[in-house]
C-alpha cells in the first residue's frame, strides 16, 4: 500500500501570498497523483491531475510538480476564494489512497 | 454537465444493512469506471471501491471485503453500494466518484451514513 504523506495540515495565508502543499508517496507512483479542493456544501473537485496538468477551468493560479515520490500543490497569490480544504489522491496502485489533506485559510 | 447524485443514506444499527445509490447523469456512464470513497473528520479519506466501466474488474479496500459490495446497472446509469454488518467505524459521508482505475475525476456531493445503536 502507498502511504501519502501530506503537509501541513493547517495553514493560514494572507491574500496574495503563495501557498505551498506538499504530498510525498511512500513508493514511486510516477505521475499518478491528483490533487482536490473541498468546500463545504460544494461538490470535490479535481484541479490538478498527472501531478503537474491544470484542469480546465481552474485559475493558473493553481499549479502542480514534482514526479515519483514528492509533489507539491502552489497556489500563487492567494484569493478569499481559495479558503477550502485540499488533498491529494494517488491512483498509481490499488488501493488507493490519499494525503490527509490541508485546511487552508485566510488570515 | 456531470452530476452524481448519491441516496440511501442514514441511521442504522450496529450489524444492519444499507444500501446506498448513485445516479449519474451528463455523461456516458457505460464508459467510465466509477468508485465509492468516504470520509470522516478523524480518519479522513478513504477508498472504499471501484468498479470497472463493464463491472468485470472489481476492488475493494481489504478492511472491507466480504461485508461491502459495489454493482453497477448501465441502463439505469446507477452505481450501488451494498453495505453488511455495519460498525460504527463505518459512519462517515460516502461519495461516488467517477474515475478509471482511479483516477478520480468528478464526485458527488456524499449520503451520510451513521452505525449507531
Known amino acids: 500500500e502507498t502511504t501519502l504523506t501530506q503537509s501541513p495540515a493547517f495553514m493560514s495565508a494572507t491574500p496574495g501570498d503563495k501557498v505551498n502543499i506538499s504530498c510525498k508517496a511512500s513508493?514511486?507512483?510516477?505521475?499518478?497523483m491528483n490533487w482536490y479542493q473541498q468546500k463545504s456544501g460544494e461538490p470535490t473537485i479535481l484541479i490538478i491531475q498527472e501531478a503537474t496538468t491544470l484542469v480546465p477551468g481552474i485559475p493558473p493560479r493553481f499549479s502542480g510538480s514534482g514526479y515519483g515520490t514528492d509533489f507539491t500543490l502552489t497556489i500563487n497569490n492567494m484569493e478569499s476564494e481559495d479558503v477550502a480544504y485540499y488533498f491529494c489522491l494517488q491512483h498509481g496502485n490499488f488501493p488507493l489512497t490519499f494525503g490527509g489533506g490541508t485546511k487552508v485559510e485566510i488570515k | 454537465e456531470v452530476q452524481l447524485v448519491e441516496s440511501g443514506g442514514g441511521l442504522v444499527k450496529p450489524g444492519g444493512s444499507l444500501r446506498l445509490s448513485c445516479a449519474a447523469s451528463?455523461?456516458?456512464?457505460?464508459?467510465?469506471?466509477m468508485n465509492w470513497v468516504r470520509q470522516t473528520p478523524g480518519k479522513g479519506l478513504e477508498w472504499v471501491s471501484s468498479?470497472?466501466?463493464?463491472?468485470?474488474?472489481?476492488y475493494y479496500a481489504d478492511s472491507l471485503r466480504g461485508r461491502f459490495t459495489i454493482s453497477r446497472d448501465n441502463a439505469k446509469d446507477s452505481l450501488y453500494l451494498q453495505m453488511d454488518n455495519l460498525r460504527a467505524e463505518d459512519t462517515a459521508v460516502y461519495y461516488c466518484?467517477?474515475?478509471?482505475?482511479?483516477?478520480?475525476?468528478?464526485w458527488g456531493q456524499g449520503t451520510l451514513v451513521t452505525v449507531s445503536s
Open positions: 466518484a467517477r474515475g478509471n482505475y482511479g483516477d478520480l475525476n468528478s
Open positions: 468498479i470497472s466501466s463493464s463491472s468485470f474488474n472489481i
Open positions: 451528463g455523461f456516458t456512464f457505460s464508459a467510465y469506471g
Open positions: 513508493q514511486d507512483i510516477a505521475d499518478d
